[in-house]
């Protein structure tokens, strides 16, 4: 047991000594339908859910789907597999290895992971079609992979647009937000670029 809890008492570890605070829209927003409330992620490493205009799930990297709501899902994959890539992405982070995480292999593994840290769990399962939202998201990260890895490497612009049925999608350098029918809004932050 002690040797299954080393590898994610490191991952975070790792996440908090090497994110930091965020500034501006940079982190993981949580923004509400009462403008008088907000909450902010890390600069990076973060992903964050804001539905229901009152609740916000923050996971850090791929930590932080539930393993029960994972096995609902199609295809989960190993919390192994879940600590590994958070270990990979902050190491990446690091040594400012953004090439890394632009990696369109990098981020076909990494995305489905980091994107269900943030809503594949029992209090958003509750609220939120779980199912549904997992599997726009899963195909939004088949579709759109390519684009995003030209994206992350500054080869291409930023996009939006919409996607499945009428989710709309913002792909900046390092950062993705898919949000659903209902406003709901799942952001992604793989990497914040140093200023």
Not at 48 to 55: E, M, N, P, T
Not at 61 to 89: C, K, N, Q, W
Request: include cysteine.
């Amino acid at each position: 047991m002690a040797q299954q809890l080393l590898p994610a008492s490191a991952a975070i570890a790792l996440c908090a000594v090497f994110a930091t605070a965020a500034h501006g829209q940079e982190g993981c927003q949580c923004d509400f339908g009462d403008r008088s409330y907000s909450a902010v992620g890390t600069r990076a490493a973060c992903n964050a859910f804001v539905y229901d205009a009152k609740r916000c799930e923050v996971a850090f990297s791929s930590i932080g789907a539930s393993p029960t709501v994972m096995s609902r899902l199609p295809a989960p994959a190993s919390e192994d597999v879940a600590y590994r890539i958070a270990l990979e992405h902050v190491a990446a982070l690091k040594n400012h290895d953004y090439a890394a995480l632009s990696n369109e292999k990098f981020l076909k593994e990494a995305l489905p992971l980091l994107m269900r840290s943030a809503y594949a769990r029992e209090s958003t399962w509750k609220v939120v079609s779980v199912p549904e939202l997992d599997k726009v998201a899963m195909e939004f990260v088949e579709k759109f992979t390519p684009q995003i890895a030209a994206i992350f490497a500054g080869k291409a612009p930023s996009a939006n647009g919409t996607f499945g049925p009428d989710y709309r999608y913002q792909i900046h350098r390092g950062r993705i937000v898919l949000i659903t029918p209902k406003n709901a809004q799942l952001t992604v932050v793989v990497f914040v670029l140093d200023k």
